[in-house]
T-cell receptor, first 112, second 112 residues
Framework: DADVTQTPRNRITKTGKRIMLECSQT?????MYWYRQDPGLGLRLIYY???????NKGEISDGYSVSRQAQAKFSLSLESAIPNQTALYFC???????????FGDGTRLSIL | GESVGLHLPTLSVQEGDNSIINCAYS??????FIWYKQESGKGPQFIID?????DKRQGQRVTVLLNKTVKHLSLQIAATQPGDSAVYFC???????????FGTGTRLKVLA
């Protein structure tokens, strides 16, 4: 969905490095989410935010942090990357209830 | 890359035939359901959704059926085309909560 843009698209880095993944959206949605996707598993929620002043942990938030800089921007940080954080990361937005989430094209992150 | 799609159940159909992809959802309290399509290297793309007060909803070439008695959701694709080849997964949500539960997906292969 071109309305949700993630950068970078690919990143290879080393254990212990700090990494930031960025997400911006032009859909005007208040709700934003970060997920990770691993082979054979469904998307798992890392963090979510329902407006600029609202940040909440998801089911797998350990080792991650987020910042909601504006309605349109939601970034995910790995403070000290470890190999088991190698995954596909997706940002998503949604509007109100009974509306689907809209996803970016993801960041493929490899930690060596 | 195809790393997300490893070890998924696969449905192979002839071009022009109808496809049926099934999903067993987990929570009887879920009241909103979504089907997504994910192509290689891309984020999940919304296909169709349905609320729990309905048992069928039709879109362009796609139909979603909901059976709340057995917690089952299906996606029917009419006249399957090569461009339909992708991983399909369902998601469920309890309205008013942040939590979307995603299935692991089914790979659809369209044979020429």
């Amino acid at each position: 969905d071109a309305d949700v843009t993630q950068t970078p698209r690919n990143r290879i880095t080393k254990t212990g490095k700090r990494i930031m993944l960025e997400c911006s959206q032009t859909k005007g949605h208040d709700r934003m989410y970060w997920y990770r996707q691993d082979p054979g598993l469904g998307l798992r929620l890392i963090y979510y935010s329902f407006d600029v002043k609202d940040i909440n942990k998801g089911e797998i938030s350990d080792g991650y942090s987020v910042s909601r800089q504006a309605q349109a921007k939601f970034s995910l940080s790995l403070e000290s990357a470890i190999p088991n954080q190698t995954a596909l990361y997706f940002c998503a937005t949604s509007d109100t209830d009974y509306q689907p989430q809209h996803f970016g094209d993801g960041t493929r992150l490899s930690i060596l | 890359g195809e790393s997300v799609g490893l070890h998924l159940p696969t449905l192979s159909v002839q071009e022009g035939d109808n496809s049926i992809i099934n999903c067993a959802y987990s929570n009887s309290a879920s009241d909103y359901f979504i089907w997504y399509k994910q192509e290689s290297g891309k984020g999940p793309q919304f296909i169709i959704d349905i609320r729990s007060n309905m048992d069928k909803r039709q879109g362009q070439r796609v139909t979603v059926l909901l059976n709340k008695t057995v917690k089952h959701l299906s996606l029917q694709i009419a006249a399957t085309q090569p461009g339909d080849s992708a991983v399909y997964f369902c998601a469920e949500n309890i309205i008013g909560t942040y939590k979307y539960i995603f299935g692991t997906g089914t790979r659809l292969k369209v044979l020429a």
